[in-house]
């Protein structure tokens, strides 16, 4: 079964800062990848998404993620954050050969020092 | 456009009880999906609706959980003879194509406290 770890539960960098969010995932075949974000007493929203093609995915709010199948990751990444981007970050990985199933990891809370 | 709604926003249970937890997706979405997120966690699988049949039930923790959508659209989630483990934020989630593995619209959740 195919599962995705994010290593850091809780991360504090300063405004302006650049961040970068780990996300490992386990599975045989092509997985299809998703970072969302979480505010507080909200839903998830999507970040972005890959599925095939340029590994270097761009998605809203100035977020970027990177596909290394080598390594099994796909870590999020801002250049510089903003007090705004504090809240709960959550990969998830799909099946791309198995529609029936996503997983989603713990999550990794960020705190946006000013 | 209006994304997905759910209602309560907060729910407070005594143990025993039984509730009900709404969710209107987004008009036309053919998957819906119900997640149990404990505090600190991340969103754990419930079910799954492809329009009104229930196709997968496999993440339900109990024959005290059901779920239905029977038109397709709305969908409700009822946990009958609550328990303190039950307390947790459900969400709910829509997706226009059918399948689990692709992205997912959410709710804001119903934060259920059960006493």
């Known amino acids: 079964a195919q599962s995705v770890t994010q290593p850091d539960i809780h991360i504090t960098v300063s405004e302006g800062a650049s961040l970068e969010l780990r996300c490992n995932y386990s599975?045989?075949?092509?997985?299809?990848l998703f970072w969302y974000v979480q505010s507080p007493g909200q839903g998830l929203q999507l970040l972005l998404k890959?599925?095939?093609?340029?590994?270097l995915v761009q998605g809203i709010k100035g977020f970027e993620a990177e596909f290394k199948r080598s390594q099994s990751s796909f870590n999020l990444r801002k250049p510089s954050v903003h007090w705004s981007d504090a809240a709960e970050y959550f990969c998830?990985?799909?099946?791309?050969?198995?529609?029936?199933?996503?997983?989603f990891g713990a999550g990794t809370r960020l705190t946006v020092k000013p | 456009g209006a994304g997905v709604s759910q209602s309560p926003r907060y729910k407070v249970a005594k143990r025993g009880q039984d509730v009900a937890l709404r969710c209107d997706p987004i008009?036309?979405?053919?998957?819906l999906f119900w997640y149990q997120q404990a505090l600190g966690q991340g969103p754990e699988f419930l079910t799954y609706?492809?329009?009104?049949?229930?196709?997968?039930k496999s993440g339900l923790p109990s024959d005290r959980f059901f779920a239905e959508r029977p038109e397709g659209s709305v969908s409700t989630l009822k946990i009958q003879r609550t328990q303190q483990e039950d307390s947790a934020v459900y969400l709910c989630?829509?997706?226009?194509?059918?399948?689990?593995?692709?992205?997912?619209?959410f709710g804001p959740g119903t934060r259920l406290t059960v006493t």
């Open positions: 989630a829509s997706s226009p194509w059918a399948g689990r593995n692709y992205e997912q619209y």
């Open positions: 599975y045989g075949a092509t997985p299809y």
């Open positions: 890959y599925f095939s093609g340029d590994t």
């Open positions: 998830a990985v799909g099946a791309a050969s198995n529609n029936n199933d996503m997983r």
């Open positions: 008009s036309g979405h053919v998957s």
């Open positions: 609706f492809q329009n009104e049949a229930q196709l997968d």
